[in-house]
């Protein structure tokens, strides 16, 4: 089946440093979406995108769709301890299909 | 508020028993899914339902069975509960055709089980 890989798998960093992230796949993929999972809570959306090369932003978050279409980033600036989570990304194929979602970055943010 | 509502939030059952995790939406969505998470394996989709009256197996489905109620309702149904089930189920509502800008998956909170 499809299989979205991602990394780092886990990250360590200074309250106020930069992050980034990736997601890759042997597929093209049409949309990429990026969740959010607080401790205890379920995945919250975060950021979608449509078209290869797109760049969008969610306040100090960034998301860029690959212009390869097999691989889609996600960028925090000057993170902050609420940042801390598991980062999900998920992929959909084409149209109408169910989305496949990656294993997931953990971040943990250091005061 | 709008979103998606799982019940019950926390469940410790004995090996063999049965039990019906409830999943409730109010967004109007066509499709429903129910996920299980467990440490390192991300989200692998247990059974899903495009459509009101429709269910398919996902990639983990042995040991689960699903009812689609209605439109608003979609529940994960163990029958005999074993250990290797103990993890974190995630319900979740979507439209799958981006219709109205911004689309995705909208999950519940979880329903913590444990498999004694």
């Known amino acids: 089946g499809q299989q979205l890989n991602q990394s780092p798998q886990s990250m360590f960093i200074q309250e106020g440093e930069d992050v980034s992230m990736n997601c890759t796949s042997s597929s093209i993929f049409n949309t990429w979406l990026w969740y959010k999972q607080d401790p205890g809570e379920g995945p919250v959306l975060l950021i979608a995108?449509?078209?290869?090369?797109e760049l969008t932003s969610n306040g100090r978050l960034t998301a860029q769709f690959g212009i390869t279409r097999k691989d889609s980033f996600l960028n925090i600036s000057a993170s902050i301890p609420s940042d801390v989570g598991i980062y999900f990304c998920a992929g959909q194929r084409n149209y109408g299909q169910n989305f496949v979602f990656g294993p997931g970055t953990r971040l943990s943010v250091l005061p | 508020n709008a979103g998606v509502t799982q019940t019950p939030k926390f469940q410790v059952l004995k090996t063999g028993q049965s039990m019906t995790l409830q999943c409730a939406q109010d967004?109007?969505?066509?499709?429903m899914y129910w996920y299980r998470q467990d440490p390192g394996m991300g989200l692998r989709l247990i059974y899903y339902s495009a459509s009101e009256g429709t269910t398919d197996k996902g990639e983990v489905p042995n040991g689960y069975n699903v009812s689609r109620l209605n439109k608003r309702e979609f529940s994960l149904r163990l029958e005999s509960a074993a250990p290797s089930q103990t993890s974190v189920y995630f319900c979740a509502s979507s439209e799958l055709v981006r219709f109205q800008g911004l689309y995705g998956y909208t999950f519940g909170s979880g329903t913590r089980l444990t498999v004694v």
């Open positions: 995108l449509y078209k290869a090369g």
């Open positions: 967004m109007n969505h066509n499709s």
